[in-house]
């Protein structure tokens, strides 16, 4: 039930397109959802995150939609770029318990943009 | 100061020996993290203090692993005996604090290599 499935595992996208990439979860209990992008040899970093309470929250070019009835959530890059090639890491995290500020983590999708 | 960093940055060792991985948090983050990070997998949650308490043990993979925290800062986490498996990125993170859901910084990692 802690479970976070990520997929794909890899995306390859041309300069300038969309880059999508999806999770679900199973534990109700989450309410925090972040995204993590990781470059080779550096730990993730914080990309951007919603919580349940709205249905998207966009920053720039990153776009999270959320789908709290369908325990699903996804990371919309527009307008890709070759600097966006990535390993991405979805997350999610639930307040309270012995369990706070403790995530949950996706499988990684790595992200190759194409010049 | 800076980023939250680890060290070494590299460490191979040979089976049955023990090792000891260091995480200085960002200044004045009362919230430190250990995961790890096993090659083509997600961020794996080991253990999370607050201050220098641990609350939350549930992902240590044995009881070979422990970790410690002293004077709210620098944590180690040992691994005694090891062997192959335990071969993986080792990431540390800090949060400013655990009230809600608080952005996590990451460390570079060690990459550990038990031979």
């Known amino acids: 039930q802690q479970q976070v499935k990520q997929s794909p595992q890899s995306l390859i996208v041309q300069k300038g397109g969309i880059s999508i990439i999806n999770c679900a979860y199973e534990n109700t209990a989450f309410d925090y959802f972040p995204w993590y992008q990781q470059f080779p040899g550096k730990g993730p970093a914080l990309l951007i995150a919603i919580r349940p309470d709205v249905s998207e929250k966009k920053e720039g070019r990153f776009t999270i939609s959320f789908n709290k009835s369908a325990k699903q959530f996804s990371l919309h890059i527009m307008d890709s770029q070759p600097g966006d090639s990535a390993t991405y890491f979805c997350?999610?995290?639930?307040?309270?318990?012995?369990?706070?500020?403790?995530?949950?983590f996706g499988q990684g999708t790595i992200l190759t943009v194409h010049p | 100061g800076a980023g939250v960093s680890q060290s070494p940055s590299n460490k191979v060792t040979e089976k049955g020996k023990d090792v000891e991985l260091r995480c200085d948090p960002i200044s004045g983050h009362t919230a430190l993290y250990w995961y790890r990070q096993s090659l083509g997998q997600g961020l794996e949650f080991l253990i999370y203090?607050?201050?220098?308490?641990?609350?939350?043990k549930s992902g240590l993979p044995s009881d070979r692993f422990s970790a410690e925290r002293t004077g709210g800062s620098v944590s180690t986490l040992t691994i005694q005996r090891t062997q192959q498996e335990d071969s993986a990125v080792y990431l540390c993170?800090?949060?400013?604090?655990?009230?809600?859901?608080?952005?996590?910084?990451f460390g570079p990692g060690t990459r550990l290599t038990v031979l």
């Open positions: 203090f607050q201050g220098n308490s641990a609350p939350d």
């Open positions: 993170a800090s949060s400013f604090r655990t009230g809600g859901h608080n952005e996590q910084f």
């Open positions: 997350a999610a995290g639930a307040a309270g318990g012995t369990s706070y500020g403790k995530l949950t």
